[in-house]
């Protein structure tokens, strides 16, 4: 194959940006757009002199494309990823892969029948706070991870879900603060720490008058049996969001995390103990002493470039069958943490993973018929 002939599902977002990658990429040959709205898709259509499709599946049919960029609202996801992987089309959806996991389960094994690549969009993994954790755990800066603390606020208002009804409704969205602005986090954790197996969670909706969850507090258990806290919100001003990820040779400590969603300048601390705590626990000899942690601060690598990373990754490995920068499967576990939470708060429970498939479901049946719905903030 020569040239990868592309599409572009869902514009006006995100799209925007997939559609600038394509163009600029030297083997791909932009070839069809898709939205549902109408005028837009025909402007942009023939301006680029491509495709324009108000419907994915006439785009299929059309057979004008080897590999699609899917941006659409998160239900659209598992469909129109399925529908494309059924066509013998690669898929490159945006984040989350999909809002249920029996669903994530379904693009996986396509793609993978189909000998088909499925990349998923958390270009997180590529700035330079994430890589720089990435690098100090895999090279055993900090030893066996036992414990991690991870917080992530922001502020959304009101108008942000009058402008976008389909990001308030679990129908569409799958969630709220969980799937739409901290899947990426989610991703983060799971990549750096690992698949978890135990999840405790409490979700509320605190302050909005849409469907989803605004706040969220969970325990995590991982399979190598580290703890984690996590407390995500869009209720409060952004600021002060922080990571830790303690070991038993030493601890890596963001205090304000200034890179949410690029690639910032966080001050990065990295602590170590000499011994290790095993081996302090037993020579520490006052039974109050504390010993000492030597602190200083780490030199960020650089970012890899986010989208523009998977992009590559993805035409790479469809031309050259390289190595997809963030695959489906390696994005399947944070969209199973997030299943596993709102499965624990809503039946109140502590959630063994793997998810029960079938239960989920039932459960996300229930929150977008709106039979159950989610705590409200108690006055
Ligand atoms: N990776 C990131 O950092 C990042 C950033 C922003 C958004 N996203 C994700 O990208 C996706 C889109 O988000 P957005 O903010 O761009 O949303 P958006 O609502 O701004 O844009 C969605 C687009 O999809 C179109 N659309 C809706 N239904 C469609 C259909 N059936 N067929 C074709 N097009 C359809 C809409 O008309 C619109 O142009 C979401 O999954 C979101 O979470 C990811």
Not at 135 to 140: A, F, V
Not at 206 to 212: A, D, F, N, P, R
Not at 252 to 279: C, E, F, K, M
Request: proline share 4%; charged share 20%; net charge negative.
């Amino acid at each position: 194959m020569k040239n990868v002939r592309y599409g572009i599902i869902g514009l006006k977002g995100v799209g925007g940006l997939h559609l600038r990658l394509a163009q600029q990429h030297a083997d791909v040959e932009l070839t069809a757009l898709v939205d549902i709205d109408e005028a837009f898709v025909k402007e942009k259509a023939a301006e680029l002199s491509v495709r324009g499709f108000t419907d994915y599946e006439e785009m299929l049919d059309a057979d004008v494309v080897d590999a699609v960029s899917i941006a659409t609202p998160h239900h659209l996801h598992a469909v129109i990823g399925l529908a494309c992987l059924n066509a013998g089309v690669h898929v490159f959806t945006e984040k989350p892969l999909a809002n249920r996991v029996s669903q994530a389960d379904a693009m996986i094994t396509t793609a993978k029948s189909k000998n088909l690549k499925l990349c998923v969009g958390h270009q997180y993994r590529t700035y330079r706070s994430p890589q720089t954790m990435k690098h100090l755990i895999e090279t055993g800066a900090i030893g066996e991870i036992m414990r991690v603390l991870w917080t992530w606020i922001e502020f959304r208002p009101e108008s942000y879900y009058a402008r976008d009804i389909w990001r308030g409704t679990w129908r569409h969205a799958g969630g709220g603060v969980l799937m739409n602005q901290t899947s990426h986090d989610l991703d983060l954790i799971c990549w750096l720490i690992g698949q978890p197996v135990q999840v405790s969670a409490l979700i509320a909706n605190q302050l909005h008058s849409v469907e989803i969850e605004d706040v969220v507090c969970a325990n995590v258990q991982f399979a190598n049996g580290a703890f984690g806290s996590i407390q995500l919100t869009i209720n409060q001003p952004k600021g002060y969001s922080v990571r830790q990820i303690a070991g038993d040779t030493g601890a890596i400590v963001i205090q304000d995390v200034q890179s949410l969603a690029r690639d910032g300048d966080d001050q990065i601390l990295l602590g170590t103990y000499n011994p290790p705590l095993p081996a302090l626990m037993t020579q520490t000899a006052g039974i109050a002493d504390q010993p000492k942690i030597a602190w200083h601060p780490v030199q960020l690598l650089k970012g890899l470039g986010g989208h523009a990373v998977l992009m590559d990754s993805f035409i790479n490995a469809i031309l050259k069958g390289g190595e997809l920068f963030v695959s489906g499967e390696s994005a399947l576990p944070a969209v199973e943490l997030i299943n596993a939470i709102v499965l624990s708060a809503m039946r109140k429970k502590t959630v063994d993973l793997p998810v029960d498939r079938e239960e989920y479901d039932q459960l996300f049946d229930e929150l977008s018929r709106g039979e159950v719905r989610v705590p409200r903030r108690k006055m």
